[in-house]
């Protein structure tokens, strides 16, 4: 018997196969698997990257496993439709298809109590107690992932087209943004925002590294869209609490925003500190979150200490997530 774990997301999507004792016996990565944002095609490319190695190994009968993927819960007929389409690319049943964010939670407090954050290419929190569970945010890049690499990208972007027009006082945000993306004027800027030949969402998701730099330097405009980032990140969570009326929850997070942004990181953390929050980083990345996820619900009870000891050692060698 094998574990099959699936983190889909925005930018790229991980794959991690163990054996009945936890122990690693593939790993891959492909790109994102966000149905909604990126379309079927790509959905389906990208699966069927991932996950075709693992059968010249392994007998598809032999696998549990756990789709941790964007957009469930944000369509109609959404499990029956990713189900399908799996089965269609590769010979896997998949046990359980959940959204990326509840594999997050899973990976982050062993599947127990609490509410688990991710803020990378989009937002969304989720938080379970007992059979109760909430998720907030995660509305997708149109009118939603407030606190996310793609909202501070387009922050980032708003702010210097002020600059470029007069609106708003010249800084080293334009200056330094011209610089990093190589850009010469404002046609080459408008350029870089619409060509069609782009992902677009991850392109303007990627400025958020840009902007993190920036704010390095002192630059108060990129601090401060940093600052905003992290307060959305905790009107989500705290909204969260609220719905589950949890006392003093642990909050464990997951996402490029919050694991290596240390202004937005500190900020959250220094926020929630205050309200008796106990906010931790996850005990497992999302990947292997959802092993556990899949191992629980499957089994209906936890793994030992040695399944979940071997998973850290994966975490620790090979540096998930």
Known sequence: MYYLGVDGGGTKTLACVVDEKGKLIFKNVSGPTNILENGEEIFRKNIREL?????????PEEIISCFGLPAVGEFRDDIKVLRRIIKEEIPIEPNFIVNDVVVG??????????????????????????????????????????????????????????????????????????????LRDSLDFINFIYDPNKDRRSEIASIAKITYKIALKGEKKAIKILKNAAWELVLTVVTAKKKLRLMYPVVTYSGSVIEKNDIVRVEFIKALDKEGYKVTPPQLSPVLGAIVYAY?????????????????????SEGNG
């Open 296 to 316: 629980v619900n499957y089994h209906g009870y936890y793994p030992d200490e040695s399944f979940i000891k071997n998973l850290k050692n994966i975490e620790r």
């Open 105 to 182: 939670w899973a990976g982050g407090n062993l599947a127990r109590d609490g509410i688990h954050l991710v803020a990378d290419t989009g937002t969304i929190a989720y938080g379970r107690r007992g059979k109760r569970e909430v998720r907030v945010s995660g509305w997708g890049s149109i009118i939603g992932d407030e606190g996310s690499a793609y909202y501070i990208g387009v922050e980032t972007l708003r702010e210097v087209s002020k600059e470029l027009d007069g609106r708003a006082k010249k800084s080293l945000l334009s200056l330094l943004l011209f610089e990093e993306l190589n």
């Open 51 to 59: 996950l075709s190695p693992i059968l010249s190994e392994i007998k």
